[in-house]
């Protein structure tokens, strides 16, 4: 089992420019996850998919942000404009939802540094 | 919304020791999760608690879902340098995954 993929692991971008995120989900896994964790914040839900379905968004930030999950192995978290304050590291994380509450896994993240 | 809290923020043990976590919500849960993030890595799971009452092992581990549904403890016994880490409680309210603040658990040489 190769786990959650996320990639690139590190981002360095300037102020303005588009970032994307992307995340290969546990083969099987129906829901994904896009979590941002900063200092400040801890962890944060931003948005979650099941089966491909985006199902709650409220924790996306502003209209900068946007989620795509286009089939069920691929997802992509997209920062356009980018700002220093987006600075975080965002994990993806998917579960099987086989039993009500299924537990989370987790990739190992993006770490994004907005200069 | 709710929320939890989770104590100690940090702990500082010497190798050997026992440690003991708990975490608190305002609201009833359901589930509680129990998660480890090692540096530079994403949070695995620890263990998954789905009654109250239900006390369950891991190992070295021992978590239990406290009988008023609101609380929560993770002990780990005879602790080893591979523990060191931020240790993270969850719940499903509202359907979603909601994580308490850490706690950072540094061993001592």
């Known amino acids: 089992d190769a786990g959650v993929i996320q990639s690139p692991r590190h981002e360095v971008t300037e102020m303005g420019q588009e970032v994307t995120l992307r995340c290969k989900p546990i083969?099987?896994?129906?829901?994904l996850f896009w979590y941002r964790q900063t200092m400040m914040r801890g962890l944060e839900l931003l948005i979650y998919?099941?089966?491909?379905?985006?199902?709650?968004d409220s924790g996306m930030p502003e209209d900068r942000f946007s989620a795509k999950m286009p089939n069920a192995s691929f997802s992509t978290l997209k920062i356009q404009p980018s700002e220093p304050r987006d600075s975080a590291v965002y994990f993806c994380?998917?579960?099987?939802?086989?039993?009500?509450?299924?537990?989370?896994?987790f990739g190992n993240g993006t770490r994004l540094t907005v200069t | 919304g709710q929320q939890l809290n989770q104590s100690p923020q940090s702990m500082f043990i010497q190798e050997g020791e026992d440690v003991s976590m708990n975490c608190t919500s305002s609201?009833?849960?359901?589930?509680w999760l129990w998660y480890k993030q090692d540096p530079g890595e994403g949070p695995v799971l620890l263990i998954a608690?789905?009654?109250?009452?239900e006390l369950t092992s891991n190992g070295r581990l021992t978590a239990q879902f406290g009988i008023t549904r609101k609380d929560s403890f993770l002990n780990i016994s005879a602790s080893i340098p591979s523990d060191v880490g931020i240790y993270f409680c969850g719940d499903f309210g509202n359907e979603k995954l909601t994580f308490g603040t850490g706690t950072r658990l540094t061993i001592i040489p």
């Open positions: 994380a998917s579960s099987p939802q086989d039993r009500i509450h299924s537990p989370l896994h």
């Open positions: 083969s099987g896994h129906n829901s």
């Open positions: 608690l789905y009654k109250a009452g």
């Open positions: 609201s009833i849960f359901n589930t």
């Open positions: 998919f099941n089966n491909n379905v985006p199902i709650d």
